[in-house]
């Protein structure tokens, strides 16, 4: 096995951990297909609507992803922010979804310096 095949799979074990200790193994991947493409969005500065997500076809059917939305929303991974049109809000993940991210970070970035690996 190659060196950098040894790092994905290492990642792969650290997410699945984090993935317990933050409570989204009770979620199916679909779930964190979609939290990852919110918090992209967001951080690449992006506005995303609810309106915007549901048009995302990878994600779903409009009706599954407002379910997963929903309990996106219910289990603090989510909010929604008011804009100037009340009929639109903005989707951006919340601070425990950040967290989340940021110890995902850490990881890799733990992997990647780690000098069994080198």
């Given at each position: 096995?190659?060196?950098?095949?040894?790092?994905?799979?290492?990642?792969?074990?650290?997410?699945?951990?984090?993935?317990?200790?933050?409570?989204?193994?009770?979620?199916?991947?679909?779930?964190?297909?979609?939290?990852?493409?919110?918090?992209?969005?967001?951080?690449?500065?992006?506005?995303?609507?609810?309106?915007?997500?549901?048009?995302?076809?990878?994600?779903?059917?409009?009706?599954?992803?407002?379910?997963?939305?929903?309990?996106?929303?219910?289990?603090?991974?989510?909010?929604?922010?008011?804009?100037?049109?009340?009929r639109r809000k903005q989707v951006v993940i919340s601070a425990s979804a950040a967290l989340y991210f940021e110890q995902l970070g850490k990881a890799l970035?733990?992997?990647?310096?780690?000098?069994?690996?080198?």
């Amino acid at each position: 096995m190659t060196k950098r095949a040894q790092q994905y799979f290492e990642f792969c074990i650290l997410k699945k951990s984090l993935r317990e200790e933050f409570g989204l193994q009770e979620y199916g991947p679909e779930f964190e297909v979609m939290l990852e493409y919110i918090a992209i969005q967001n951080h690449q500065n992006l506005r995303l609507s609810v309106k915007d997500l549901m048009s995302v076809k990878s994600l779903g059917s409009p009706a599954a992803i407002h379910a997963r939305l929903k309990i996106l929303r219910d289990y603090d991974w989510v909010e929604l922010k008011e804009t100037g049109d009340r009929r639109r809000k903005q989707v951006v993940i919340s601070a425990s979804a950040a967290l989340y991210f940021e110890q995902l970070g850490k990881a890799l970035h733990k992997i990647a310096i780690s000098k069994k690996y080198h």
